[in-house]
Nanobody, 122 residues
């Protein structure tokens, strides 16, 4: 049974940093796509960053240079620096057994966590 569990969200001031963590023990071997997605109130869900089993990484233009996605065994991370108010959203970890061209910011991945809230405000 696949289970994804996010942690690490919270409230920070603009310019601050947070690290999100997703425990995903089912995605340690084989081919897979994992990523972070976010949804702010009233807005559509958007892809933030994805990584596949070949190490290919894609970032949304709005976070490139500020966020870093990484994977270590069954753990997925999102290091978020220089946070802005527009980064405020519910952040979700997602994964699926696909890779290559199937792994993108717009991918419809099968498995999702419950989400962790990130709030950036003064």
């Amino acid at each position: 049974q696949v289970h994804l569990a996010e942690s690490g969200g919270g409230s920070v001031q603009p310019g601050g940093s947070l690290t999100l963590h997703c425990a995903a023990s089912s995605f340690t071997y084989g081919r897979y796509c994992m990523g972070w997605f976010r949804q702010a109130p009233g807005l559509r869900r958007e892809g933030v960053a994805v990584i596949d089993s070949d190490g290919e990484i894609f970032y949304a233009p709005s976070v490139r240079g500020r966020f870093t996605i990484s994977k270590d065994g069954g753990n997925l991370y999102l290091q978020m620096n220089s946070l802005k108010s527009e980064d405020t959203a519910m952040y979700y970890c997602a994964a699926d057994y696909v890779s290559g061209s199937w792994c993108s910011l717009g991918a419809s991945l099968e498995y999702w966590g419950q989400g962790t809230q990130v709030t950036v405000s003064t």
